[in-house]
């Protein structure tokens, strides 16, 4: 398997590979582009999927872009950062606030393979109707129901259902919502 490969299937891999090297710096790249001027075509050059009614204010960052699968009506207020080693997919009519940070990416816990400088990730779902609030966070390999809100400052460690409110540190139920 190539290290492309790798990453993607959520394997071991070294991101000084030279073919990943160059998509990220591809990434970087058009991101910068459109945080100067924003520009819808630069975002469907740069994410895998973006339907026509995608709003992501500056400044946008990303690892890789091509991973990032958004749905209709999707809005992102300033400072939206998706590490995408694996697969993001966001759903239709979802919001997130400003400072969100999604991560697919992650390191070894051992200390001799993480010193290796190998990175691992796992892919993230975010259902239809989803609302994330400033300055959460979502781990790798959460999915996220339909209706779901992540209250501001929330780190979501684990996955959840549809219709519910997470709050907190780690990211806990603390109210079921009324379905759509």
């Known amino acids: 398997m190539t290290e492309k490969e790798k990453m993607l299937a959520g394997e071991n891999y070294s991101a000084a590979d030279p073919e990943l090297t160059v998509q990220r710096a591809h990434a970087r790249r058009l991101s910068r582009i459109y945080n100067d001027q924003p520009d819808h075509k630069i975002l469907t050059k740069l994410l895998g999927s973006c339907p026509d009614e995608v709003t992501i204010e500056p400044d946008f960052k990303c690892d890789y872009g ?7 009506n999707f809005y992102a207020n300033f400072d939206l950062t998706i590490l995408d080693v694996c697969e993001v997919r966001i759903g239709n009519h979802c919001l997130i606030g400003p400072n969100v940070g ?79």
Do not use: M
């Not at 070894?108 to 259902?127: K, L, N, Q, V």
């Not at 609302?131 to 684990?158: C, E, Q």
């Open 66 to 72: 091509s991973n990032i699968h958004l749905g209709e």
């Open 102 to 180: 999604i991560y697919t990416a992650s390191h070894p816990i051992d200390r001799i393979e993480r010193r290796s400088g190998a990175e691992f990730g796992a892919s993230i779902t975010i259902g239809d109707d989803c609302w994330i609030g400033g300055h959460a966070v979502i781990n790798p390999g959460v999915t996220l129901g339909d209706n779901v809100i992540v209250a501001s400052g929330a780190v979501v460690t684990k996955s959840f259902g549809d219709n519910v409110l997470l709050a907190g540190v780690p990211a806990q139920v603390i109210k079921k919502l009324e379905p759509g």
